[in-house]
């Protein structure tokens, strides 16, 4: 069983900036590519980001792209959100996840998920 245990969330004024860390029980933390997911109130869970195994290839959603900034430490089994220049929209629940041996971007591509952590952007 692989537990993930997000941090790192809070409130933040519009242009701030926040980093969520996001660290990973057992030894197979380096064989998995892991994600990033949000879920506003009233709104479906949606894709943020994922980074491969090794850390060398990230993906982005377009509503994010340039702003936030996924990596991992394989060695600390933690993979981090670094959110700057951060907008009202972003506030959410944000939950890490790991995704299964095929790849994509939809939840259910994902099979162990954190508690997540909120994040709010004030206006």
């Known amino acids: 069983q692989v537990q993930l245990v997000e941090s790192g969330g809070g409130l933040v004024q519009t242009g701030g900036s926040l980093r969520l860390s996001c660290a990973a029980s057992?030894?197979?933390?380096?064989?998995?590519?892991m994600g990033w997911f949000r879920q506003a109130p009233g709104q479906e869970r949606e894709f943020v980001a994922t980074?491969?195994?090794?850390?060398?290839?990230?993906y982005y959603a377009d509503s994010v792209k340039g702003r936030f900034t996924i990596s991992r430490d394989n060695t600390k089994n933690t993979v981090y959100l670094q959110m700057n220049s951060l907008k009202p929209e972003d506030t959410a629940v944000y939950y890490c996840?790991?995704?299964?041996?095929?790849?994509?971007?939809?939840?259910?591509?994902?099979?162990?998920w954190g508690q997540g952590t909120q994040v709010t952007v004030s206006s």
């Open positions: 057992g030894r197979t933390f380096s064989s998995y590519s």
């Open positions: 980074i491969s195994r090794s850390g060398d290839s990230t």
């Open positions: 996840a790991r995704q299964r041996v095929v790849p994509g971007t939809r939840p259910t591509d994902f099979d162990f």
